[in-house]
């Protein structure tokens, strides 16, 4: 694993991280359940307890339970961010979206997951660097090819990104357009696992170039519906070629919340 002395920008990701997501939670709450149930039989049958446990204050609690799970749920997932799961659905009924999605990957370490998408029919997947920050390996899933365990080759993190290999061969993956350009307001689709959800597409515009103060080269502001662990997400153009690589989100005084990704340039000037 490549290191450098430089330390990673200050993306303004938070929103990125996730340390633990509502199907954590949901876990949480069935072993909650499951130990509930188990008590409630050792009481009926243990000769120490004079009378049972009573099933109306037992279905009390799991409702409360129960509800305090929706109440989470409808806490995390707002309105406007279902929204996207309906665009999603749209989007992926289109032949070159569903064959997109095929290479954008889930990546997982022991304290954080994001997107990645692969490059190469041999395993060679690019992601960013905060996604995998402090590990030599990483869990990467394919939606078809199913878990590989990959290695981390090339780090960064002065512009956030990271190179991966798995060990793969005929390995679905999206062609990198040899620059990045764009017009004003251009349409762009781009495919990630915002939240808990998995192999989400959507779309947005492109604004324009910005440049952060804790960066040596500027950025993309995409106005779109970027969420935590969108992070890594491939960008997209009309022909299919990424372009980018969603890293940040951003409150902009003119645009509101933004996107942010790394240009496809930055990439070919790490080689």
Do not use: C
Not at 149 to 170: C, F, N, Q, R
Not at 246 to 271: C, M, R, S, W
Request: no cysteine.
């Amino acid at each position: 694993m490549e290191t450098d002395k430089k330390q990673p920008p200050d993306s303004n990701d938070k929103d990125f991280i996730e340390e633990i997501d509502d199907e954590e939670l949901q876990v949480l709450v069935l072993e909650a359940q499951r130990e509930a149930l188990y008590k409630e039989e050792q009481e009926k049958t243990s000769r120490k307890i004079k009378r049972p446990f009573p099933k109306w204050l037992f279905w009390m609690i799991s409702i409360v339970m129960v509800f305090n799970t929706f109440a989470v749920m409808f806490e995390v997932y707002s309105i406007p961010a279902i929204e996207f799961l309906k665009t999603s659905s749209k989007l992926s009924k289109q032949e070159n979206i569903a064959t997109y999605k095929k290479s954008v990957v889930v990546i997982q370490t022991a304290a954080s997951k994001g997107t990645g998408f692969s490059i190469s029919n041999d395993g060679t997947i690019l992601t960013n660097y905060h996604v995998i920050e402090g590990s030599d390996t990483v869990n990467v899933f394919f939606p078809d090819e199913g878990r590989f365990t990959a290695d981390v080759i090339h780090t960064y993190p002065w512009v956030d990104l990271a190179v991966l290999e798995v060990h793969g061969k005929d390995l679905p993956y999206l062609e990198l357009a040899e620059q990045t350009t764009f017009e004003d307001d251009e349409a762009i689709n781009f495919i990630g696992n915002p939240l808990s959800f998995k192999g989400i597409a959507n779309e947005g515009t492109i604004i324009d170039y910005i440049q952060l103060t804790d960066w040596d080269v500027p950025v993309v502001m995409l106005k779109a519906p970027v969420y935590r662990g969108n992070s890594g997400s491939p960008v997209l153009n009309s022909d299919g070629m990424v372009i980018g690589i969603v890293f940040a989100t951003l409150d902009h005084e003119t645009y509101g919340k933004v996107g942010l990704f790394v240009p496809i340039d930055e990439f070919y000037n790490q080689q």
